[in-house]
């Protein structure tokens, strides 16, 4: 299922924000426009398909089979709605995929009608008389995924040098915490745009982050990562390090960033007002026309004399 969100990055000077924002509102009008498969394609195919078997999230062909249309209207538009209203159905979805949930909605009403007209006459036009088949596609779409080599230091490493920006993504997107903060000794403070992601490891697990990375299902993302997408030795390194910073959420000192402002605040003044004395030594003391007042007064007096 679909999870919480990868976002634009880098902070950027203001004339290259606005175009962001502006790309963004541009790339969201085309998209209220698409079509359910324009949609679907755009942002559940990252976590699910229909009829092609389990990825993060579950294979939604025949989905209609199993709950009703107002159901899944309200499901896609806020699970964790449903989840926290007791929803046995939602529920038991969530303990289904250990609590990794897709985020509430960010498309229509009409939209998410679109979409799931979509999966039903898709799921209508699936070929399902071969039973054996069925059984052997729903025991292979239940096999544990294999277990992932653990993560270098190498690697998170260089997912926290890309998440803050100190090194450059190889097609130039965006820095992450432009929009993202991870609540991480290592990493300086990033952005409140979009979600906080100290935890998204424990939420989405390595195939969802993976997801998510490679296509972004958020209408943002989407639109700042449009011709700029990340290479798969980037969404490596950033899993890495999201996963890294995940399991040392609980060893990281609060951060207060109001005794440092102060402290380099008064550094600075200190530094001027040094600069200054140093430079306005050698400047010139008086006022030029108390000079010129001086010579006439004393030629006036010479003159009498």
Known sequence: ????SFSARRQVPVPGALGLLVSIAMFSNVWAQQSGEQIFQTTCTACHTIGGGRVVGPDLAGVHELRSQEWLEQFVQSPQTMINSGDAEAVALAADYAGIMMPDAVISEQQIR???????DQSAGLQSTDQT?????ATAAVQPAPIAAPASPEDIEAGQAMFQG???????????????????DAVIGGGILAAELTTVFSRMGVAGVKAILGQAPFPVMQAAYADKPLTDAEVTALVAFLEYADSEEYNQLPRDYGIGLFLSGAVGAAILFLFFGIFWRSRRTGAINQKIYDRQVTSVVEDRI
């Open 166 to 184: 100190t090194i450059r993504f190889e097609n130039d997107g965006a820095a992450c915490n432009a929009c993202h903060d991870v609540r991480n």
């Open 114 to 120: 679109d979409v799931l007209n979509y999966i039903k």
């Open 133 to 137: 088949a069925d059984s052997e596609h």
């Open 1 to 4: 299922m679909i999870t919480s």
